[in-house]
C-alpha cells in the first residue's frame, strides 16, 4: 500500500535550518510528484510547492522561495524539504504528498504523510 | 494566482442533515477542483477529485458538483464522524491554491 512517512517534531530556534524528510513506499517513487504543504496554527491549508521526482524539477508558490528547497534522493525514494534562517513564523505541520497523474503536472493529493510539526522558538 | 473563497467558515449542523459547502474560484477552472476532508489532529484525505469524481473508499453521502467558477461539496445525512475541516483546492494553475477552509461542527 502506498505509504508516506515523515520524520519527527523539530524544536529550533530563530535563525536555524531544518530538513523534512518524506520516506515514500508502495508505489514507483518517480512516477508522481511530491507536493510540501503548510499549516500553522489553528490555520487551513497552504500549497508550498512541488518536485517532480523524475526530473528534480520544482515549482514554488511566492513566499516559499530562496530559504524553501526541495530536493530528492531517488535511491532511497525520499523527499526532503529544507528550511533555513528559520523564523518564529515557520512555526507549523509541513505534509508531504503525493500528487496523482504525471509527475510533471500532478492534480490532486491522493496520498498524505502524517506531518512534521516544526517549531521556531528563543 | 487562483483564489477559492470558500462559505460557510464555519457551520454547526445535526445529524442527518444535509450540508452544502461552496467553493468559487476567481476565474475558470474547468474541472480541476478537489475537495479534502481534515479530522482533528489528522492529516488531510481526498474526498472528491476533478469536481465531481468519488473516491474508492469514501462514503456515498458525499458528493461533488460544479465547474468553471462554482463548485459544490454535498453531504447527505451527515454523521457524527463527518465532524472536520474542509478544503477546495484547484490544480488548474500554478501556483496551486486551497480555499480557506469550512468546518463543521456536529450539533
Known amino acids: 500500500q502506498v505509504q508516506l512517512v515523515q520524520s519527527g517534531s523539530e524544536l529550533k530556534k530563530p535563525g536555524d535550518s531544518v530538513k523534512v524528510s518524506c520516506k515514500a513506499s508502495?508505489?514507483?517513487?518517480?512516477?508522481?510528484?511530491i507536493n510540501w504543504v503548510r499549516q500553522a496554527p489553528g490555520q487551513g491549508l497552504e500549497w508550498m510547492g512541488w518536485?517532480?521526482?523524475?526530473?528534480?524539477?520544482?515549482a514554488s508558490a511566492q513566499g516559499f522561495t530562496g530559504r524553501f528547497v526541495f530536493t530528492l534522493d531517488t535511491s532511497v525514494s525520499t523527499a526532503y524539504l529544507q528550511i533555513s534562517s528559520l523564523k518564529p513564523e515557520d512555526t507549523a505541520i509541513y505534509y508531504c504528498?503525493?500528487?496523482?497523474?504525471?509527475?510533471?503536472?500532478?492534480?490532486?493529493?491522493?496520498?498524505w504523510g502524517q506531518g512534521t510539526l516544526v517549531t521556531v522558538s528563543s | 494566482e487562483i483564489v477559492l473563497t470558500q462559505s460557510p467558515e464555519f457551520q454547526s449542523v445535526t445529524p442527518k442533515e444535509k450540508v452544502i459547502i461552496t467553493c468559487r474560484a476567481s476565474q475558470n477552472i474547468d474541472s480541476n477542483l478537489h475537495w479534502y476532508q481534515q479530522k482533528p489532529d489528522q492529516s488531510p484525505k481526498l474526498l472528491i477529485k476533478?469536481?465531481?469524481q468519488p473516491i474508492s473508499g469514501v462514503p456515498s453521502r458525499f458528493s461533488g458538483s460544479g465547474s468553471g467558477t462554482d463548485f459544490t461539496l454535498t453531504i447527505n445525512g451527515l454523521e457524527a464522524e463527518d465532524a472536520a475541516a474542509y478544503y477546495c483546492h484547484q490544480t488548474d494553475t500554478l501556483p496551486r491554491t486551497f480555499g480557506q477552509g469550512t468546518k463543521l461542527e456536529i450539533k
Open positions: 508502495g508505489y514507483r517513487f518517480i512516477s508522481y510528484a
Open positions: 504528498t503525493r500528487g496523482s497523474g504525471h509527475s510533471s503536472n500532478p492534480e490532486e493529493l491522493d496520498y
Open positions: 476533478r469536481a465531481s
Open positions: 518536485i517532480n521526482t523524475n526530473t528534480g524539477e520544482t
